[in-house]
């Protein structure tokens, strides 16, 4: 399944690793033409023939294809060339131990704190005031403090996920906000998972 046209995509450059996103701007039959790099300090590293890894995710599923740059398109827009996967060649991304569990955790983003209302290593669905200025399809960055299952300690997990849900609840002035993750550090994922199993054998003893 093809990233669609102004979908937002993860781009991993192997060569420094490195990472940033951008937006595809259109398809072709042999290549696929993105914005150039949101952050300017990997922009200078992009060179012609450098591999990159794309993820990407629609209707909550992530999928991800192996890529390479083969140039640059000097329109009115510039824009990054990089070559088009056969359709057999995108992957979908298997996340393990995506069960929910109720977990009311901090959670920090920029200077904004928040409340988690659940919890699994593909996501995470929190709740802050209405005037966050957040849409759906927008990146956020943030940093989630898990507390460790058998130690009276918390670890701070750094991440950058994908809006996927707002709701809004009027009779409090919240919103309700649904994060789909698309940079977690393995480690960082094998600590989620290890906290959602912990709660949910809490849960089966209550």
Request: with cysteine; aromatic share 6%; proline share 4%.
């Amino acid at each position: 399944m093809y990233p669609k046209i102004s979908q937002n995509i993860h781009i991993e450059l192997k060569k420094v690793d490195m990472t940033c996103n951008s937006i595809v701007a259109e398809i072709r039959e042999n290549e696929i033409l993105i914005a150039f790099p949101m952050f300017r300090t990997i922009t200078g590293h992009i060179l012609e023939g450098d591999k990159l890894e794309i993820s990407y995710l629609i209707n909550e599923n992530k999928y991800k294809f192996e890529s390479q740059v083969i140039g640059k398109n000097n329109g009115d827009v510039p824009l990054l060339r990089i070559t088009k996967p056969n359709e057999n060649e995108i992957v979908r991304v298997q996340r393990r131990g995506n069960f929910r569990v109720k977990a009311n955790l901090p959670l920090i983003m920029n200077e904004t704190t928040a409340t988690t209302l659940d919890l699994s290593a593909g996501g995470l669905l929190f709740t802050c005031k209405s005037d966050i200025g957040l849409q759906e399809g927008s990146e956020i960055a943030g940093t989630l403090i898990v507390p460790s299952p058998h130690h009276n300690d918390s670890t701070p997990i750094n991440f950058i996920g994908q809006v996927i849900r707002i709701q809004s609840n009027k009779e409090e002035g919240r919103k309700n906000i649904a994060v789909q993750f698309t940079k977690l550090d393995q480690k960082d994922e094998m600590k989620i998972i290890q906290y959602c199993n912990f709660k949910q054998r809490q849960n089966r003893f209550k």
